[in-house]
């Protein structure tokens, strides 16, 4: 893997998961200050919060944001629509009303690339932005996790790309395309509440030749554009089936707030399972995603499902507690938490729920075990005196659960903190990128007064790690020792890398030939 490909994914997963600052690492855990709509509002806006952002778990909105830029730049390029028109109508086949104002998206057989192309061209940019800072010394290969956290960011910026180039079904049910270069489409139709008959085939299932498989795709509608007639198709969408309860916590209050989806019944964590979340909630404020949400009382409906097996989970995911923007610096992964049905934390074991085609199954409540839940907090110290470091980040992962990769950042008084995780699992907990910092005393806020702490690095030190097994209570003692290395400061300027919003408006200008 090349140095270009090694800096994407050190600067995605700087986007997607906050950090504390240093010298080998100067992204600030930064959450976003706008949505997808920003995209049309300004320009020049969104670029000023995309350079503030520096969270993995917040990638999914920059992309987005991006993506959706890079479209719009592009498209103003070109003086004249070119190819052909495609038209038609979608009705509802439960009711014969036209499927008032859905989306309608055309996905070229062949397959669709815009995702990958995004990539290419953040690549690019990365390459240029890393010979402009000297760095080109070869490193090592990216971990599955950082590849698979990729792999969802560029499935989803396809999806952003596709809701730019998506049409509006009218109040008579017609919807209408222009400049459609030749080829034959998918027709992917989104509308809440119907089946989505193209999403029920993963990328794998178009690219195979199994007879079952490609015979069940044949199902999905198409039409075929030669480049110099009109073309016309008609569609008819199907009711999906539903399922509707409540979430409560244990004491039997409402678990308002909360995001639900289908998984697989008996499918394990990813590590591209937080992606997904974060990507999905981002993906919603186009209207690409239907989330189901909680309401005050608890009280949700997923709906649009084809006849089958599912099983549910809950998702909440929040800042850690007493994080705010004047010290989010400290903030790390946050809160995460996710609960099945059959009221368990453990996917593995979570409840499974049949549907048939358009049945509304009712009563799939869910209760969170939350007394369950504690905390792990500790200390990380320099072996040599025993005083504590005040730069880096402590990882926790699990071995019974792949899909777990929470960070928390040391703090000023060498502290590091886990909120409400489930009790009964060994965890492990390792530091990385420790160092003594010299905080400025004259820090000032930031964009939209958010705190981004600058530490002069000092010393640099090794890591740790340690198994901590959690029980029923919180465990406040962890103690992590690292060794001081030889490290010593260098000529380069601090905060001289690659960072995610200086990445994007690269691509951003030059689809736009450098005019916002």
């Known amino acids: 893997m090349s140095f270009v490909l090694e800096k994407m994914f050190r600067n995605l997963e700087c986007a997607l998961q906050p950090h504390s600052v240093s010298e080998t690492n100067p992204c600030a855990g930064r959450q976003p200050g706008c949505s997808v709509r920003a995209i049309i509002a300004?320009?020049?806006?969104?670029?000023?919060?995309?350079?503030?952002?520096?969270?993995?778990?917040?990638?999914?909105?920059?992309?987005?944001?991006?993506?959706?830029?890079?479209?719009?730049?592009?498209?103003?390029?070109?003086?004249?629509?070119?190819?052909?028109?495609?038209?038609?109508?979608v009705f509802c086949a439960d009711t014969?009303?036209?499927?008032?104002?859905?989306?309608?998206?055309?996905?070229?057989?062949?397959g669709d690339h815009g995702g990958e192309d995004f990539m290419k061209s953040l690549t690019e940019n990365i390459e240029k932005i890393a010979a402009k800072n000297g760095e080109t010394s070869p490193v090592k290969p990216p971990a599955e996790d950082k590849k698979q956290a990729v792999d969802v960011a560029t499935k989803g910026m396809t999806q952003a790309l596709d809701m730019m180039n998506a049409s509006t079904v009218g109040l008579d049910g017609e919807f209408k395309f222009a400049g459609v270069k030749p080829g034959t489409y998918y027709i992917h139709?989104?509308?809440?509440?119907?089946?989505?008959?193209?999403?029920?085939?993963?990328?794998?299932?178009?690219?195979?030749?199994?007879?079952?498989?490609?015979?069940r795709i044949a199902q999905v509608p198409t039409?075929?554009?030669?480049?110099?007639?009109?073309?016309?198709?008609?569609?008819?969408?199907e009711r999906g089936a539903a399922i509707s309860g409540r979430i409560l916590y244990d004491d039997g209050s409402p678990a308002s707030g909360w995001l639900l989806s289908t998984i697989k019944p008996g499918s394990l964590d990813s590590a591209a399972d937080a992606a997904s979340v974060t990507m999905n909630q981002a993906?919603?404020?186009?209207?690409?995603?239907?989330?189901?949400?909680t309401d005050d009382l608890g009280h949700f409906r997923i709906t649009g499902l084809a006849a089958g097996d599912y099983a549910l989970r809950a998702t909440l995911i929040a800042t850690s507690i007493g994080i705010?923007?004047?010290?989010?610096?400290?903030?790390?992964?946050?809160?995460?938490?996710?609960?099945?049905a059959g009221n368990t934390f453990d996917r593995a074991t979570a409840k499974a729920i049949s549907v048939s085609a358009g049945e509304e199954y009712t009563g799939a409540d869910i209760i969170i075990p939350d007394?369950?839940?504690?905390?792990i907090t500790g200390h990380v110290y320099a072996k040599s005196d025993s005083h504590t470091l005040n730069v880096g980040q402590v990882i926790l992962t699990s071995k019974s659960n792949p899909g777990l990769h929470l960070m928390a950042v040391i703090r000023d008084d060498g502290s590091f903190h886990f909120e409400y995780l489930p009790g009964g699992i060994t965890y492990t907990v390792n530091v990385?990128?420790?160092?003594?910092?010299?905080?400025?005393?004259?820090?000032?806020?930031?964009?939209?007064?958010i705190h981004f702490p600058h530490p002069e690095i000092l010393h640099k030190y090794g890591t740790d790690s340690t198994d901590v097994a959690l029980g029923e209570a919180n465990i406040d003692s962890v103690r992590l020792t690292v060794a001081q290395t030889d490290w010593k400061p260098s000529a380069t300027k601090p905060g001289a890398t690659v960072e995610p919003g200086d990445l994007l408006k690269g691509i951003i200008e030059a689809g736009s030939n450098g005019k916002p």
């Open 432 to 449: 990385e990128d420790a160092a003594d910092g010299k905080n400025s005393p004259d820090a000032t806020p930031g964009f939209m007064g």
């Open 371 to 375: 007394r369950s839940l504690h905390n």
């Open 283 to 293: 993906l919603a404020m186009s209207g690409a995603v239907q989330l189901a949400k």
């Open 42 to 89: 300004s320009w020049r806006t969104t670029m000023s919060i995309l350079k503030t952002m520096r969270s993995l778990t917040r990638i999914t909105i920059a992309v987005i944001l991006a993506a959706g830029l890079f479209t719009v730049a592009n498209a103003q390029q070109s003086p004249y629509v070119t190819g052909s028109t495609v038209t038609g109508h």
């Open 96 to 110: 014969n009303a036209p499927a008032r104002f859905a989306k309608v998206q055309l996905k070229p057989t062949e």
């Open 189 to 215: 139709v989104l509308y809440p509440g119907y089946i989505d008959s193209y999403s029920q085939f993963s990328d794998a299932d178009f690219t195979s030749t199994d007879p079952a498989v490609r015979a």
């Open 324 to 340: 705010t923007a004047a010290n989010i610096g400290d903030g790390g992964s946050g809160i995460n938490l996710a609960v099945y």
């Open 223 to 237: 039409v075929i554009v030669t480049g110099t007639d009109s073309a016309q198709a008609t569609v008819r969408i």
